[in-house]
């Protein structure tokens, strides 16, 4: 058995007579069909506005509330040359924000320039000495974008002062709105916008849409690298956008993008939206995590190819600084809560340390939730404020913001989206935020939640993974959040080959087959994986499918991402001699063994994983279900070993079967071996086995054990006597078969006993113990008649 990492979510089976519909309409392949049906695009329009772009995707930017008051004062500010701020937020969605709106503006003919606040000396979102700052400088209007819904009191203190406001957001709204001369939010309460999904890029896009009276085709590179970078819903208006602005980012001729293409060693062409959310959206939002933001806003507006190489290889080594910091703060960060908040006691996970740098315990969030599977939230200290920053990340049914929006009185700074969150409080009030959360998550909370849940999309047949069907596939692309990469999941396979790849030999490469079908998968990271996989269980995966290309040839393969096996499985370790390495390649386990002898050469190294095993009683008692069992040697009956696993659910057992001397490979007497020894005894009885007993086996080029076993069997039978090591013949014997000698009865269960538990092979072995746990097999058998 191997358990997956994660719970397997099997989406429920759908109509056939909808898939079919949409194979027939669309001139689609099965699985394409299947997946939109699985996505709730069960009829032909639904799939085809899904698969292909329309304008009636790209919204009317006026059903925005505030949107003509927005662009009225605006306009009014470019005609009259007031000077304009854009303030914007630092990470990837808000610099290409404030990129779309600065150059709008600036389109337009306006006076403007950006303001993007300090994440460690102002924090997130406006704060007044910013705000008064552009007031002495002249500034008349002032727009926000992907920030502002929670700045009520600054927006209160602009009102003061005399400055315009106009609110671009997309965070959720709190129960009270800033006092601004106009909001542009999709999730306003008093919104008919029909989409309210929108990434804070996508927000300012809209805005933009509206002031240049079309569609800005030319900024729809921003808002694909904002909107992929931030996570929103890959959907409706979303997906539309992303989908055009791939197209423009593939052809740009920007200098910015060009600069981050060539530091990243990506090329242009083949951009898509994993290029964006792995390689583009990490280096934009590296250079506000760890300074300012504005290096990266000059690079994306640079007309100057040169100017943008240079800003390009700046933000390059702030992102390799971040995964220096990120790494050392997740390690502290880990090693925190195993030493004082344990899982066992914690369902939230609230830690924080002075000179954590703030810029990444998002980052280190999301490292700790994939660690532990915990909401979690990561704080800086500063203990000469006396404050405390951070930034959360949640897991399946636990809503952060709905939670955090219960303890407002003591954030007073905080906002986000229900997985995700940032905030501000003072160093009092980090146990109590904890103790709370805690609570809350006690009464919403279950085990079960705290398994990660993968969504399986579809279960299929190895025979079904065709290429043509996975070229189709990239009609569901752009994937992200709300859209993901489609998981399927291929269930008890044959394992054709499997071993470990990568120069840390971290990595799985395996072939699987089912129906002589094959299929060739990769699993990054799971390289260990291997070690718990007996070759010929059956494993059932999950993964994403995709296609090989290597050397003009393409075939489908699957990039794994959770592995099971649901049986119990063998693993066949016979042969091995040395115990200490015998132990270092077997996981934590219940070892058996079933002779004292032995059992006492080997407790030192075991100490309690060691159970002695010699009667029915104690094989009837040890509780081996889900259990990794070691059967370290050979039993002395087929009985201790089929009373110990009958009708009982080991996990794994680990076969080793060791034993001193084997009876399999000694001489073996038959028939005329007996009629021969019997013969010679009539002639030369009383004959001396002490002291002519090895010069008569080496005659016979026999063993002596050969001799002494037949003298044994004869006595048994009552056809000699031995005395003082003379044997004689016994003449008033009776004829007896020699199977009526105990000594010869044990003698071929053992030989039995060895050829079938030790010599014989891997899947006759499998075999008969899959009997033994099933209560199939006999314990008492007949023994099978040599002569």
């Not at 009520?152 to 997309?170: C, N, W």
């Not at 979690?376 to 203990?383: K, W, Y």
Request: aromatic share 8%; hydrophobic share 40%.
């Amino acid at each position: 058995m191997l358990k997956p990492k994660s719970r397997w979510n099997v989406q429920q089976h759908k109509s056939e007579d909808d898939v079919k519909e949409l194979c027939s309409e669309l001139k689609i392949s099965p699985l394409v069909a299947s997946l939109l049906v699985r996505r709730g695009l069960n009829t032909a329009s639904l799939a085809k506005n899904f698969l292909y772009e329309h304008e009636n995707q790209c919204h009317d930017p006026y059903l925005l509330t505030g949107m003509d008051i927005a662009v009225n004062r605006i306009q009014q500010a470019i005609e009259a040359q007031e000077p304009i701020l854009i303030f914007g937020d630092y990470d990837a969605d808000g610099v290409t924000s404030t990129s779309v709106m600065m150059l709008t503006l600036k389109e337009l003919g306006a006076i403007v320039d950006f303001y993007i606040p300090n994440r460690f000396t102002e924090g997130y979102g406006p704060n007044e000495p910013a705000f008064r700052h552009a007031y002495e400088s002249g500034v008349k209007l002032i727009i926000t974008v992907d920030t502002g819904i929670s700045a009520v009191h600054e927006a209160s203190v602009l009102k003061y002062l005399g400055v315009d406001l106009i609110i671009t957001d997309h965070h959720e709204p709190g129960p009270i709105l800033p006092e601004a001369l106009a909001i542009i939010h999709p999730k306003l309460p008093d919104s008919s916008y029909p989409f309210k999904e929108l990434a804070g890029v996508g927000v300012a896009f809209k805005l933009s849409q509206a002031l240049l009276g079309k569609l800005p085709e030319h900024l729809l590179e921003f808002v694909a690298i904002g909107t992929i970078a931030d996570l929103v819903p890959l959907v409706d208006e979303n997906r539309y956008l992303v989908k055009r602005g791939l197209k423009k980012i593939r052809s740009s001729s920007r200098p910015g993008i060009k600069g981050l293409c060539k530091q990243a060693g990506i090329e242009q062409q083949t951009i898509d939206e994993e290029t964006i959310g792995f390689t583009i959206g990490p280096r934009l939002n590296a250079v506000g995590r760890l300074d300012s933001a504005d290096p990266a806003v000059h690079l994306l507006l640079s007309e100057d190819l040169g100017e943008a190489e240079m800003l390009a290889e700046e933000i390059d080594s702030y992102n390799k600084e971040r995964q220096r910091i990120v790494a050392s703060i997740a390690d502290e960060a880990i090693q925190q809560v195993k030493d004082f908040y344990p899982i066992e006691d914690n369902s939230v996970i609230v830690v924080g340390q002075e000179g954590w740098n703030a810029g990444v315990v998002g980052i280190v969030a999301s490292r700790l939730v994939e660690a532990f599977y915990r909401p979690t939230i990561v704080l800086s200290f500063d203990r000469e404020k006396g404050i405390a920053k951070g930034s959360a990340r949640s897991i399946e049914g636990f809503d952060l913001f709905k939670n955090l929006s219960t303890c407002r009185e003591i954030l007073p700074h905080f906002g986000g989206h229900p997985m995700a969150a940032g905030m501000t409080l003072k160093l009092e009030d980090v146990d109590e935020l904890r103790a709370r959360l805690n609570e809350l998550a006690a009464s919403q909370l279950s085990e079960e939640d705290f398994v990660p849940i993968t969504s399986v999309d579809l279960e299929m047949s190895i025979k079904e993974v065709q290429l043509n069907a996975l070229e189709e596939l990239q009609l569901l692309a752009p994937f992200g959040t709300s859209n993901k990469k489609p998981k399927i999941l291929l269930k008890d396979t044959t394992i054709s080959q499997i071993k470990k790849i990568g120069a840390n030999q971290s990595h799985l490469k395996l072939t699987l087959e089912h129906d002589g079908a094959l299929l060739d998968g990769i699993g990054f990271h799971l390289g260990e994986k291997v070690d718990h996989i007996s070759p010929h269980s059956k494993l059932s995966v999950v993964g994403e499918l995709s296609i090989n290309e290597w050397n003009n040839i393409r075939k489908p393969q699957i990039f794994l991402h959770d592995l099971a096996i649901n049986e119990w499985q063998l693993f066949d370790y016979r042969g091995i001699k040395q115990v200490g390495k015998l132990k270092e390649m077997i996981p934590t386990s219940k070892w058996v063994s079933f002779n004292k002898q032995t059992s006492e050469k080997i407790k030192l190294t075991f100490s309690d994983q060691l159970h002695l095993i010699e009667s029915v009683e104690q094989a009837r008692s040890i509780e081996v279900d889900d259990q990794y069992l070691v059967l370290y040697d050979l039993p002395p009956s087929k009985e201790l070993l089929t009373t110990l696993l009958n009708g009982k659910k080991p996990a794994r057992i680990y076969a080793h079967f060791y034993k001193e001397a084997s009876d399999f490979f000694s001489t073996i007497p038959t028939r005329d071996h007996f009629k021969w020894y019997y013969a010679f005894l009539s002639k030369k009885a009383p004959f001396d086995l002490k002291k002519y007993g090895d010069e008569l086996a080496k005659h016979r080029g026999w063993s002596r054990e050969t001799i002494d076993f037949m003298s044994q069997v004869f006595f048994e039978l009552d056809f000699v006597k031995i005395n003082n090591g003379f044997i004689t013949l016994n003449t008033s014997s009776h004829k007896r078969d020699l199977t009526s000698s105990k000594t010869y009865q044990k003698k071929q269960e053992d030989l039995a006993l060895e050829q079938e538990l030790l010599y014989s092979s891997y899947q006759v072995l499998h075999s008969w113990l899959d009997e033994c746990i099933r209560g199939s097999v006999e314990i008492e058998e007949e023994v099978e008649r040599w002569i």
